[in-house]
């Protein structure tokens, strides 16, 4: 079964405008975290924002902010005044809480490819 | 500049060869993972050491196997390569008790010929 899930495989956004990539996940567990990374054309996976199932405030990180709807098992990206450098991929990854206590891998979306128009 | 040191950026090898991935951990940080990001599988967990040792195994062949050394860079190795391993392969560490991200090396670009 897939446990995160990304609706939009493409998404377009006007510079200066704000925008929401969506992201639902699913799991048993109570204790997990989500994060976005943003992965450009370059190739490499940067860490944009984290939100942990306990934390009770949404996470903001500069211009990202995540929407954590627990009840609804969403947890959407917002970037607030877009650039044209965030024209890129975005994937939306959850960790599971694991017995070992150090097992931490992500199981990631499929991505929504971002492009910022000028 | 994550601190994840991966080795070599891009590889071009012919099927049935064998191949070996190098990975450097962040300093201090005791885990290593592996991905692979292919594009019809997307971005996939394979394998992830803890100081050493194996802690999870993901969608991982049993072409391929790893390892982390006792200075904790960590190796992936391929074998038997078909052309569907062609695949951007991350390696990504965390610190010794990991509260949250992970970081992530700029990935190996490796295509089976």
């Known amino acids: 079964a897939q446990k995160i899930t990304q609706t939009q495989p493409g998404m377009f956004v006007q510079e200066k405008e704000a925008v929401t990539l969506d992201c639902t996940y699913d799991t048993s567990d109570q204790s997990y975290g989500l994060f976005w990374y943003k992965q450009p054309s370059s190739g490499e996976m940067i860490f944009l924002i984290y939100?942990?199932?306990?934390?009770?405030q949404n996470a903001t990180e500069g211009r990202y902010s995540l929407n954590f709807q627990k009840a609804r098992k969403s947890a959407n990206l917002v970037i607030s005044a877009s650039q044209l450098g965030d024209s890129a991929m975005y994937f939306c990854?959850?960790?599971?809480?694991?017995?070992?206590?150090?097992?931490?891998?992500?199981?990631f979306g499929k991505g929504t490819l971002l492009t910022v128009n000028p | 500049d994550s601190g994840v040191t991966q080795t070599p950026k891009h590889l071009i090898t012919a099927t049935g060869q064998r191949v070996t991935l190098r990975c450097s951990p962040r300093?201090?940080?005791?885990?290593v993972y592996w991905y692979q990001q292919s594009l019809d599988q997307g971005l996939q967990f394979l394998i992830q050491?803890?100081?050493?040792?194996?802690?999870a195994k993901g969608n991982i062949l049993e072409r391929f196997s790893a390892q982390q050394f006792p200075d904790l860079h960590s190796e992936l190795n391929l074998s038997s390569l078909e052309l569907g391993d062609s695949a951007l392969y991350f390696c990504?560490?965390?610190?010794?008790?990991?509260?949250?991200?992970?970081?992530f090396g700029p990935g190996t670009r490796l295509t089976v010929t």
């Open positions: 300093s201090g940080d005791l885990s």
């Open positions: 990504a560490s965390s610190p010794v008790v990991a509260t949250y991200e992970q970081y």
């Open positions: 990854a959850m960790r599971e809480a694991n017995s070992g206590g150090s097992n931490y891998k992500l199981t």
């Open positions: 050491y803890y100081n050493g040792e194996e802690r």
């Open positions: 939100q942990g199932s306990y934390d009770e």
